[in-house]
């Protein structure tokens, strides 16, 4: 087709107004490339990428050659296939190299494009398996306040976020949220070792006033990331979700979207708590970004039952079993396992915790937590009371324009506290960062919250 003036200009033009971006109010250097762990604007400034792209995704760093090679090779062979007809050859290697690494149990991936269609098409699952067991009265999500699981009606009906809720609430369906497991603001007031892990023990008491019977899946993530800035569960929490899960008839659904692949220094999150799920919904680092990827992970039984009862599975799209994402997924994959990026992103992550952990001599640092690469720092106005800034001084979102203005990005959230007050930075570099690098991220992180501290009006300090 030949463009005529007008429409090339609009096409070739750089008028960022045409353009809807998130935020109304900022004005979007212009990215142009990424090695490594940086990224570079289009006048030439120089970026950390610490929060893994906008949140949580680069696992193997920018610009890898290996992965753009296999992503023209296949590109050139067999970009899209018709799934409803074709199985394809990466298709088939992904879902059983996922299967290799997955829990024990858990043989089974369906290939999607990103996280809210994991965990969407995860509930979606568990509803089939349970309609086909002829439990059809089982329906209610059970996640958790601060709880996140994507953006699509379905995924957001089962998260946590209130802020959303205010917007979308009246189009959601119904789910049922318990306290997340935050020691730094438990919901009981307890301590942890003293707490017999109410936290955990509250599932039961939501799953028995729902009714088991109507019960269908509980979700969470097994370290909270968007919503709460990193925030691991303790060592007890998931084997007694687990638990309590199997004595009710319920799933357990993992979100993994953040954690899966290495993140947190493990292949799966949940593997540090040796506990495995009924449904993995997994995306992000899978394919470190260079294209949409996700995958829902299946446990066996699932499977066995959807086979025996000739189930074909009702949910699905167009990208789902895409042949060139799936290529990236294989040589993602295979670059973390080859160049051992778990254990770098279990090292470094110890580094970057333990490097976070000096900011908290800043007045504003109330908490420093996180599991692997993937770090949380939440703010606090008063130490002491743990009391936070007001939601309209925009704390996170000041941070974040001064790491940004100095060449770091991360990841800011708010309602860290009861999803209205609260501020964190969520911290997620690329697995192939050096001890070097993740010095100079918290060098210059440790800068940006001390600019944001000399700013403070006399009345917010302390
Ligand atoms: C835990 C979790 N689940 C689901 C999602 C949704 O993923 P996506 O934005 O790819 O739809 C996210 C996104 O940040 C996430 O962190």
New binding site residues.
């Given amino acids: 087709m030949e463009l005529d003036g007008t429409m090339k200009q609009a096409v070739v033009g750089w008028d960022l107004s045409r353009v809807v971006f998130r935020d109304l109010e900022r004005d979007y250097p212009v990215v142009e490339r990424g090695e490594g762990i940086y990224l570079y604007d289009t006048k030439g400034r120089k970026y950390i990428d610490g929060s893994g792209g906008?949140?949580?995704v680069t696992s193997i760093g920018h610009g890898n050659k290996r992965v753009a090679g296999a992503m023209a090779e296949q590109a050139g062979t067999i970009a899209f296939s018709p799934a409803h007809c074709f199985a394809n050859k990466p298709h088939i290697e992904l879902c059983n190299m996922i299967a290799a690494i997955a829990p024990p149990g858990m043989q089974h991936s369906f290939l999607l494009?990103?996280?809210?269609?994991?965990?969407e098409n995860a509930m979606k699952f568990a509803r089939q398996y349970e309609y086909e067991r002829n439990n059809r009265g089982k329906f209610t999500i059970i996640g958790r306040w601060q709880?996140?699981?994507?953006?699509?009606f379905g995924?957001m009906t089962a998260?946590g976020i209130t802020y959303r809720r205010r917007y979308y609430g009246p189009m959601m369906g119904h789910a049922v949220k318990i306290p997340p497991c935050y020691c730094y603001r438990c919901d009981f007031g307890l301590t942890y070792g003293q707490c017999n892990l109410e936290c955990a023990r509250a599932l039961r008491k939501a799953i028995r006033q729902e009714g088991s019977e109507n019960v269908l899946a509980f979700i969470a993530?097994p370290v909270?990331?968007?919503a709460l800035g990193a925030v691991p569960a303790v060592p007890e929490y998931f084997p007694l979700i687990r638990a309590i899960c199997d004595e009710q008839d319920v799933l357990f659904i993992a979100?993994?979207?953040?954690?899966g692949f290495g993140r947190t220094g493990a292949n799966f999150g949940v593997d540090h708590w040796r506990v495995v799920p009924d449904i993995i919904?997994t995306?992000?680092g899978i394919s470190g970004g260079y294209t949409?990827l996700?995958a829902v992970i299946l446990r066996d039984k699932i499977m066995d039952v959807l086979r025996e009862k000739h189930s074909n599975f009702r949910g699905g799209h167009t990208y789902c079993a895409n042949p060139l994402s799936a290529r990236v997924g294989i040589e993602v994959l295979s670059i973390i396992h080859e160049q051992k990026l778990i254990d770098n992103s279990r090292r470094m992550g110890e580094r970057l915790l333990g490097g976070l952990r000096t900011l908290l001599e800043h007045p504003t640092v109330g908490d420093v937590r996180g599991k692997g690469l993937m770090a949380g720092v939440e703010f606090v106005r008063n130490k002491q009371t743990k009391a936070p800034f007001p939601v309209e001084y925009k704390f996170g979102k000041r941070l974040f324009e001064e790491a940004f203005a100095r060449g770091l990005v991360v990841f800011a959230g708010s309602g860290t506290v009861d999803g209205v007050e609260g501020d964190h930075i969520l911290l997620a570099p690329p697995f192939i960062i050096n001890e070097t690098q993740v010095d100079d991220l918290v060098r210059i992180l440790s800068e940006a919250i001390g600019a944001v501290e000399r700013g403070l009006p006399s009345d917010l300090r302390g």
């Fill in positions: 906008s949140s949580v494009s990103g996280g809210s269609e994991a965990t709880g996140f699981h994507g953006n699509t995924s998260s993530e909270v990331g968007a979100d993994e979207v953040m954690t919904a995306a992000k949409p996700a």
